[in-house]
């Protein structure tokens, strides 16, 4: 059963502290990507990485940091830095474009975390 | 910074009507690609249309591409009481190598049963 899976679903951050969201895929994609949903609003691109330990800075990186030591990894920090970090959070994948494409991109279901 | 803007913002229609969603962008691209999100979900991939090409279809979904006035539309037809979702446009740019999807706001469709 392929596919993406991010955890938690939900996630409550007290002010000041830092949190880690998960994200594993088993697609054999090489690249990955992480993007920031808020209400009502399309998708802003944090971060992604084309290849194993190699990642860039999106639209929005400020507040955020990510490490890319597996394939099937992609974890996302949400550090104290990010002012506002309430927000729906989503991964997904693909193959990269350095094998020819386009190609669509894979989601997994989200984590929404909310800083109290 | 967001480059695509849909067209309505939302849109009520009763089963078995068609539905027409519309897309405007700003730069060159090389594809631009719809996708479907259900509340609180993650997005589904929808349908991809490279630049080059003016029209696709695919079930009940029927793309159609203006390059020369940096528009897409979506039209469903027939449409179904599952199908009441959000629809995201997304371009695609290529940055160093890389294809970087940009998404609209989206139009949340209800299909009134």
């Known amino acids: 059963d392929g596919g993406i899976t991010q955890s938690p679903k939900y996630l409550f951050r007290k002010e000041g502290q830092n949190v880690t969201l998960s994200c594993e895929q088993n697609?054999?994609?090489?690249?990955m990507y992480w993007y920031r949903q808020d209400p009502g609003q399309g998708l802003r691109l944090i971060y992604y990485s084309q290849i194993v330990n190699d990642f860039q800075k999106g639209d929005i990186a400020e507040g955020y940091s990510v490490s890319r030591e597996k394939k099937e990894s992609f974890p996302l920090t949400v550090t104290s830095a990010q002012k506002n970090p309430t927000a729906f959070y989503l991964c997904?994948?693909?193959?990269?474009?350095?094998?020819?494409?386009?190609?669509?991109?894979?989601f997994g279901p989200g984590t929404r975390l909310t800083v109290l | 910074s967001q480059q695509g803007e849909e067209d309505p913002q939302a849109l009520s229609i009763q089963e078995g009507e068609n539905a027409t969603m519309n897309c405007s962008y700003k730069t060159s691209i090389n594809n631009l690609q719809w996708y479907r999100q259900n509340s609180g979900r993650g997005l589904v991939h929808l349908i991809l249309i490279r630049s080059n090409e003016r029209e696709k279809h695919s079930g009940r979904l029927r793309v159609t591409l203006d390059t020369s006035k940096k528009s897409s539309s979506l039209l469903i037809t027939a449409s179904r009481a599952a199908d009441t979702a959000s629809y995201f446009c997304?371009?695609?740019?290529?940055?160093?190598?890389?294809?970087?999807?940009?998404f609209g706001q989206g139009t949340r469709l209800t299909i009134n049963p």
């Open positions: 997904a994948s693909s193959i990269p474009s350095a094998a020819g494409g386009p190609y669509e991109q894979f």
């Open positions: 997304a371009t695609a740019l290529y940055i160093q190598g890389a294809q970087k999807l940009v």
């Open positions: 697609l054999n994609h090489d690249a």
